[in-house]
């Protein structure tokens, strides 16, 4: 793999002040192998609480951000207050932001960008509909979101890639080690060519889409994925910590 293992859970829309509390509580107890960058990716509601109980072992994701400077945009919530409530990190692109709330590719490219000048690592998400998927049209959709990020961003030192195939997110479908892993080669490529060779050998290739405790370890066996991005599994302590525990 390239760099240093990195593992997100992103929460999405669950939890109570309770059970988050519950999770923090695991979280803060579980073993942890050393040389794993852990994020969380809590609701935005919740962040202040996570952050003031969560070791510091573990950074914070907020799971969008407004696309620029705040203001007169109700609802949003701006990168300066991510940063000033102590989050490292935000996902953008992810695909329910995409196809359920209806972001493009354009839009996406533009947050990334605000949210870099921000200094917040950015966990950049792409991945094909499974109709995509049987056109054949895998990689076209990739290198296309790619491409919006690569057109609006200058540096990608803080940027993760999470590769998550939508059919295999929530699904319990995941995709198999070969078929991630192709994926992943397929974006280092697009990378070398079209940002530098650089970029593509730093930049960290994260799977998502279905990961557990029992499928991690394998699909973390091949040499592009650097990674997980972690949705259901995240929400149970022991089993977060399992996919952690994978890195090879
Ligand atoms: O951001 C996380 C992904 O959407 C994966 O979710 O692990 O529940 O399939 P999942």
Redesign the pocket.
């Known amino acids: 793999g390239t760099g240093k293992f990195f593992v997100?859970g992103?929460w999405?829309c669950n939890g109570t002040k309770d059970s988050i509390k519950q999770l923090v509580s695991d979280l803060n107890s579980a073993t942890l192998e050393p040389d794993v960058d852990v994020v969380v990716g809590p609701p935005f509601v919740y962040i202040d609480q996570v952050k003031s109980s969560l070791t510091d072992r573990i950074e914070i994701a907020a799971q969008n951000s407004w696309i620029g400077k705040g203001g007169a945009f109700t609802g949003e919530i701006s990168a300066e207050q991510l940063k000033d409530i102590g989050c490292k990190w935000v996902?953008l692109g992810?695909?329910?932001r995409r196809h359920v709330i209806g972001e493009n590719d354009e839009f996406i490219g533009k947050k990334a960008a605000y949210a870099l000048g921000q200094n917040l690592g950015v966990i950049a998400?792409i991945g094909e509909l499974l109709e995509e998927r049987e056109a054949g049209k895998t990689f076209d959709v990739c290198f296309k979101q790619l491409k919006a990020y690569a057109d609006a961003v200058s540096s990608w030192d803080n940027i993760v890639i999470?590769y998550?195939p939508v059919w295999?997110?929530?699904?319990g479908k995941v995709a198999s080690p070969e078929q991630a892993q192709e994926v992943h080669v397929a974006v280092r490529d697009w990378l070398a060519k079209n940002v530098s060779p650089e970029v593509a050998s730093k930049t960290r290739i994260i799977y998502?889409?279905?990961?557990?405790a029992g499928n991690s370890a394998e699909l973390a066996k091949k040499e592009d994925i650097d990674g997980f991005?972690?949705?259901?599994?995240?929400l149970k302590g022991s089993d977060f910590a399992t996919i952690i525990n994978s890195v090879t």
């Open positions: 997100g992103n999405k996902i992810h695909s329910e998400c999470a998550e295999a997110i929530g699904t998502g889409g279905s990961v557990n991005l972690v949705g259901g599994a995240s």
